[in-house]
């Protein structure tokens, strides 16, 4: 497993421990139409445990053995207050970091999991499937539902969306999340992927952006 601990683009201290990953299913109709997924009432979640969180920086490491990998390109949020039943304003207060994740997905694992009525988990929880980036102090973001999210896949650009297409924007959707799972300081919100996710290659360099003020990039590398 990687050595992973979360850190801010500034170098400033994080003591936060590595917590889990709270994600958010078809968050953006754009990207729940390009999966023939049908639009969900509530909010779809699912977890990945710590051992998924890795660096996205540097070499990330896909296990080719287990089928397509796709990618799926989120603003996440740094928690960094327990959060059980919150409102939105306690949301809003325990938000200590921005950054993006890769929601990575072993998507033929997925689609046989879905297709025989078993849970996600094995596709998306695996060891290493949630590359993340550094985080941005929440104060560097003006607009949480305003922010341009990009990847680019051998400069080529992949994704392209927005966070004002969020189907449940971030505050209601912690809101939502601490209604069933307590978020404790070093956990992670993912909150969904937009629309133009895709399959990884060994040798694949990718670029994510999140407005003009988070670059990084990355190469992928079999494990
Ligand atoms: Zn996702």
Same mark, same amino acid.
């Given at each position: 497993?990687? #050595? $992973?601990?979360?850190?801010? *683009?500034? $170098?400033?201290?994080?003591? !936060? ?5 709270? &994600? ?5 109709? %754009? ?9 969900? %009432? ?10 998924? !969180? ?14 397509? &990998? ?6 996440? *949020? ?7 039943? &919150? ?7 325990? *938000? ?33 499937? &949630? ?14 539902? #305003?922010?341009?999210? @990009?990847? $680019?896949?051998?400069?080529?650009? @992949?994704?392209?969306? #927005? ?12 809101? $939502? *999340? ?46």
């Amino acid at each position: 497993m990687e #050595n $992973y601990r979360h850190q801010f *683009i500034d $170098y400033s201290p994080c003591n !936060l421990p590595v917590g889990k990953a709270v &994600c958010v299913g078809l968050n953006y109709a %754009a990207h729940a139409a390009e999966m023939s997924s049908q639009q969900t %009432a509530d909010p779809l979640l699912f977890i990945k445990p710590s051992t998924a !969180l890795v660096p996205l920086a540097g070499g990330m490491k896909i296990p080719t053995e287990l089928g397509d &990998c796709h990618f799926e390109t989120e603003m996440t *949020i740094l928690i960094g207050e327990r959060l059980s039943g &919150c409102n939105q304003a306690q949301a809003q207060k325990a *938000i200590v970091g921005i950054g993006l994740a890769l929601d990575l997905t072993l998507r033929s694992l997925q689609t046989e999991l879905k297709t025989s009525g078993q849970p996600w988990e094995k596709s998306k929880a695996w060891d290493g499937a &949630c590359p993340l980036t550094s985080f941005l102090k929440p104060e560097k973001i003006a607009d949480l539902q #305003n922010q341009r999210i @990009r990847l $680019y896949q051998n400069e080529q650009l @992949r994704q392209d969306g #927005n966070t004002a297409q969020m189907l449940t924007p971030v505050l209601p959707l912690i809101v $939502y *999340i601490s209604r069933f799972f307590t978020l404790e300081p070093g956990d992670v919100v993912l909150t969904g992927t937009p629309e133009g996710v895709g399959p990884l290659a060994l040798g694949d360099q990718l670029r994510v952006e999140l407005g003009e003020v988070l670059v990084e990039t990355a190469s992928v590398v079999g494990r």
